[in-house]
């Protein structure tokens, strides 16, 4: 059995073999290429058992990831989580070869804090959420420099949304100098393609999620569609993976930070040193159950009235995903759910996929 550690980066791989009392063997630099990987996943199979461990930097362990994984039944690969791997991070001496030493020794003394590794099919559903998501963020970008260019000449639009239909017929047709016209010409067209890749991520998103009964149950909550379900359902993987409620809280970053001293125990902010996405569409959805959801409302106005809007949000995401949590592993309905409402999201659901085949 031998012991890898490979540090990662956008172009080449620093990898350390080190044997199973901690001698080193051998120190290897590859380019972090399909064919890097390949040659190094062949050469790594004539010492037979490995336990290898990859940090994960961005998406550039993926690669590397699944070559030595699909290349031999006799490698344990793991991937560290950063954030966790302390002694890397506080080293006084830093550089590659360092870290992969690193690295080799905490895999060969199964001290390395694993980061969870979605299946294939799960990082594709990731990818496209995400997408959708940047696109969407894209579209207020534009917008924001539209309304910019209305308040340069105080124009004011006499319609509710500028962005409606007889809204933008009025943008189309607004009389501006030369180089303001053409660049609000460009942020429309730009604004129209925006909103066309959204509508079409949006229909594959929904034909991936009508015939899901883990998306139905999770649209069971109020302030929570199918796009928010499915998000939820990619980010967090398999239920199955969290023995408690609390682990998934503090896997979403959602978790009050703790500050202990003598006898006293403080709970201060919540740490976000979770999934971000997880954690946004929470707080988006508890904007809306914090309103209308018959059980949450009244938890929502206790914490507001003690200690903010804000801090009683947070508290509302942050029980709706230990709701979540039971409803998953369960199996059952959200005892909060609301029937009418629960259709009027299945229906719209069904429009969009059925929108999608009218089309074609």
């Known amino acids: 059995m031998i012991n890898v550690g490979i540090d990662v980066h956008k172009k080449r791989c620093q990898a350390c073999l080190k044997d199973e009392k901690g001698r080193l063997i051998e120190e290897l630099n590859i380019p972090n290429t399909t064919e890097g990987a390949e040659q190094l996943a062949s050469m790594l199979t004539t010492y037979g058992e490995a336990k290898?461990?990859?940090?994960?930097?961005?998406?550039?362990?993926?690669?590397?990831?699944?070559?030595?994984?699909?290349?031999?039944p006799t490698f344990k690969v793991v991937l560290a989580n950063p954030n966790k791997t302390r002694i890397i991070a506080e080293a006084k001496i830093k550089n590659d070869r360092m870290d992969a030493r690193v690295l080799a020794d905490l895999v060969r003394a199964d001290l390395v804090a694993e980061s969870y590794v979605p299946n294939h099919e799960i990082r594709e559903q990731r990818a496209l959420l995400r997408k959708r998501r940047s696109l969407v963020n894209d579209i207020v970008a534009v917008k924001n420099r539209i309304h910019n260019q209305l308040d340069k000449y105080d124009l004011q639009p006499h319609y509710s949304d500028v962005f409606g239909k007889q809204g933008r017929e009025w943008l189309r047709n607004l009389q501006l100098p030369p180089i303001e016209r053409t660049i609000l010409d460009v942020n429309l067209k730009q604004l129209q393609s925006l909103e066309e890749s959204v509508q079409a991520i949006t229909v594959k998103i929904a034909q991936e999620a009508i015939d899901r009964a883990d998306v139905k149950l999770l649209m069971?909550?109020?302030?929570?569609?199918?796009?928010?379900?499915?998000?939820?359902?990619?980010?967090?993987?398999?239920?199955?993976?969290?023995?408690?409620?609390?682990?998934?809280?503090?896997?979403?970053?959602?978790?009050?930070?703790?500050?202990?001293?003598?006898?006293?125990?403080?709970?201060?902010?919540?740490?976000?040193?979770?999934?971000?996405?997880?954690?946004?569409?929470?707080?988006?959805?508890?904007?809306?159950?914090?309103?209308?959801?018959?059980?949450?409302?009244?938890?929502?106005?206790?914490?507001?009235?003690?200690?903010?809007?804000?801090?009683?949000?947070?508290?509302?995401?942050?029980?709706?995903?230990?709701?979540?949590?039971?409803?998953?592993?369960?199996?059952?309905?959200?005892?909060g759910q609301r029937d009418e409402l629960l259709e009027r999201k299945i229906n719209r659901l069904q429009r969009t996929v059925d929108s999608s085949l009218q089309a074609e």
């Open 220 to 335: 069971g909550f109020t302030g929570i569609d199918y796009y928010s379900a499915m998000l939820l359902l990619s980010e967090m993987g398999p239920i199955t993976r969290f023995p408690s409620a609390k682990k998934l809280v503090s896997y979403a970053g959602l978790a009050p930070g703790i500050r202990q001293s003598a006898d006293h125990t403080v709970h201060g902010r919540i740490t976000r040193d979770g999934n971000k996405y997880i954690r946004w569409i929470l707080i988006e959805a508890a904007q809306n159950a914090s309103r209308f959801d018959p059980k949450l409302r009244p938890f929502y106005l206790r914490v507001a009235a003690r200690r903010g809007h804000q801090k009683a949000i947070t508290a509302v995401a942050r029980k709706m995903l230990v709701s979540i949590y039971h409803v998953l592993k369960r199996q059952e309905t959200y005892h």
């Open 52 to 72: 290898i461990v990859l940090e994960s930097t961005g998406n550039l362990w993926i690669r590397l990831y699944d070559t030595l994984n699909q290349h031999a």
